[in-house]
């Protein structure tokens, strides 16, 4: 879909205007870019969903927030995964001192009050995000992968060794935070939780899409299609990948705080290789590079393991397994990617996307 | 004796036979790495079936634990050609991202598996006697297993020594690492070696994991946690390199082998502080190609 829009879009703007199919070429790309950013109807649908889900499900309001939380780690994931293209397997790192940044706060300083915790756990992942950033991305391929990797893990080790403070792997249970915005307690089922974790979701999706659609995320885009072409166009391209890092790092951060609030508990688990592979799968099941996948694959993936590993976890984790390889064989673009195949099926429009 | 020099023995020689099975274990996971640069995060579940038959093989059929060994390797090399034939092969062209999602995808299904058939509890095999006993060398006693595990494990390195260096086969593997459409092009089938190499590195895994139930027990969950180190163990040697590999192996079991004897509280601290420095400092490994 993306695949020569960058280039597109600069060349339109570098190369003088020779004759007026270069013009109506040069029209059509400021429209397309234009048009990308505005508003579509169908995307009040998810968020009318989770509104409808506050009334519809009052007594699963608990397991509500923890979707949302999931669907913000899923979308910090999208940014650099989906949109920039890099391949990480270390992304827990970023939610874990997120989680233990809200966690240590309001057990050894207590700083319990909520909003302003979520603004530290933002700026201490964004930092981490940046330093590790800036080493970690001139890899690609197989070192970056073990890179993130390893980090994340030994993330989760140097937890265990101050465990003293951090309290190990028995973490941190029964964190007590201030009413939110000093008015409304939290109450046995969830509703504060679930409205405070859908506007957190919401105004960070804001700034996402704000992100993707800029000139900046159509950078992103070109570095993930061609990332030759766009050192050759003299784009600053370690830059943008640290500062897409970054952002990333400090959304995951931020989904971390969440989590540690809602649950008002902490452990070191958050750093496990699992979670950074179970967002992955997420992402990928809903589809990357597109935003409400992140929506989409995380509601769904947490929705089935909620209901199967109740029946059978032995069976479940066989399921996602299975799931991830029907993926990669047949839906390489995700349940929402299968859903615009069936939609161009229909329409008798042959795809215009371009596979990376 | 000093007391830091049994310790600095008892570091060393338990490290060589822990980095004996790393080797082992991961050797597979190199060279078809270097060939294909194809991720494949289920070799860990290859190693973990291996485990399993030769646990089934030992417990239900009575058979010696060295044939179980030897079977579980040719029975998993066996079933890797299928899955080399039928799944790999559509995806050696796809990037990174969706080998990885393939292969995590059957390391989940062989987890599950392996639940469903024997349960989460670890296993462990009978040993024949030879293998239970210590060799006492008077200032300590050393468990005969390990020795056993390290003599194994040179035999095997001079083996794979001799075919990577010396025979036809091995040069064509060199050749193809190295540079692939040449290979190709001078008339090397490489789809057939990778297959090849593949089942061998497949048997190995499975050789591995049968060797490491009785060092750390066998349960479901090692098809995944043991990956990580494997993996550590290729990207810190660098891909396709045997040299590397060992290196590799070496250096990660005997410092975290020393570790876990002198700072237990760290715990895997140190293998990951080393690969990111290694990594920082030589992004393709030991003795991979820049």
């Not at chain 1, 029209?27 to 009040?44: G, K």
């Not at chain 1, 995700?334 to 371009?354: D, M, R």
């Not at chain 2, 593997?173 to 490489?190: K, L, P, Q, Y």
Request: aromatic share 14%.
């Amino acid at each position: 879909m993306a695949a020569n829009d960058p280039t597109g879009a600069q060349s339109a703007i570098v190369t003088p205007v020779r004759d007026a199919a270069a013009t109506a070429a040069r029209d059509r790309a400021a429209e397309y870019l234009v048009s990308r950013h505005r508003f579509r109807w169908a995307e009040a649908l998810p968020w009318l969903a989770c509104i409808a889900v506050f009334f519809l499900f009052p007594d699963r309001l608990t397991f509500g927030s923890q979707v949302l939380v999931m669907v913000l780690f899923a979308l910090s994931l999208d940014l650099i995964l989906g949109y920039a293209g890099i391949v990480t397997l270390g992304q827990a790192a970023f939610f874990g001192i997120g989680a233990y940044t809200v966690g240590l706060g309001a057990a050894r300083l207590g700083w319990t009050e909520p909003v302003s915790g979520l603004f530290a756990a933002f700026f201490v992942a964004a930092l981490a995000g940046f330093i590790s950033g800036w080493f970690l991305l001139r890899y690609r391929g197989l070192t970056l992968l073990m890179l993130t990797l390893a980090t994340a893990i030994m993330m989760q080790e140097a937890g265990n060794l101050g465990s003293e403070f951090s309290g190990g792997y028995d973490g941190l249970p029964g964190l007590v935070f201030d009413p939110l915005l000093g008015r409304f307690e939290y109450d046995l089922y969830g509703r504060t939780n679930y409205v405070y974790a859908l506007v957190v979701l919401a105004v960070v999706f804001y700034f996402v899409r704000r992100i993707v659609y800029s000139p900046f995320g159509q950078a992103l885009t070109g570095i993930r299609e061609n990332v030759r072409r766009m050192h050759a166009i003299g784009s600053p391209v370690h830059w943008r990948l640290v500062t897409v890092y970054t952002i990333a790092a400090g959304i995951a951060g931020v989904a971390g705080a969440l989590f540690t609030q809602t649950n008002a508990y902490v452990t070191l688990t958050v750093f496990d290789f699992e979670n950074s592979a179970k967002v992955m799968v997420m992402l990928i099941l809903g589809g990357t590079g597109r935003l409400y996948g992140a929506f989409l694959g995380a509601a769904v993936y947490m929705i089935m393991e909620d209901y199967f590993s109740k029946l059978s976890p032995t069976f479940w984790q066989f399921g996602i397994g299975l799931l991830l390889v029907l993926a990669v064989l047949f839906a390489r673009r995700g349940v929402l990617g299968l859903f615009e195949q069936f939609g161009a099926y229909f329409t008798k429009e042959k795809s215009k996307g371009a596979k990376p | 004796m000093p007391q830091f020099a049994i310790i600095a023995v008892s570091i060393l020689f338990d490290g060589l036979a822990y980095a004996m099975f790393l080797f082992i274990t991961s050797v597979g996971l190199s060279v078809t790495m270097g060939l294909m640069g194809f991720v494949n995060l289920a070799h860990g579940a290859f190693a973990m079936a291996g485990g399993y038959i030769v646990v089934s093989l030992t417990r239900d059929l009575g058979i010696g634990f060295v044939p179980s060994l030897l079977i579980a390797a040719v029975l998993v090399g066996l079933i890797s050609v299928v899955f080399e034939r039928g799944l790999y092969r559509r995806l050696y062209k796809a990037t990174d991202l969706e080998q990885v999602l393939l292969t995590i995808g059957l390391a989940f299904m062989a987890i599950a598996t392996a639940t469903y058939f024997y349960g989460p509890i670890p296993k462990s095999v009978p040993l024949p006697l030879w293998l239970q006993g210590d060799i006492n060398l008077g200032f300590r006693s050393f468990p005969s297993y390990r020795a056993f595990l390290i003599v194994l494990g040179i035999a095997l390195i001079s083996v794979l020594w001799y075919a990577f260096e010396r025979t036809n086969i091995g040069a064509k593997i060199r050749a193809a690492v190295d540079n692939r459409r040449m290979a190709e092009s001078v008339g090397i089938n490489v789809d057939l070696l990778f297959t090849l190499t593949f089942a061998l590195g497949s048997a190995l895994a499975a050789l591995g994991g049968g060797l490491a139930i009785q060092l750390f027990g066998l349960s479901p969950s090692f098809a995944v946690l043991y990956l990580v180190l494997f993996l550590i163990v290729v990207a810190v040697g660098g891909l396709g390199s045997l040299k590397g590999t060992l290196l590799a192996a070496l250096v990660i079991g005997v410092i975290d082998t020393g570790g876990k004897y002198l700072y237990a509280e760290a715990g895997g601290f140190f293998i990951y502080a080393i690969t990111i420095v290694v990594l920082l400092i030589k992004p393709a490994g030991f003795y991979g190609r820049e």
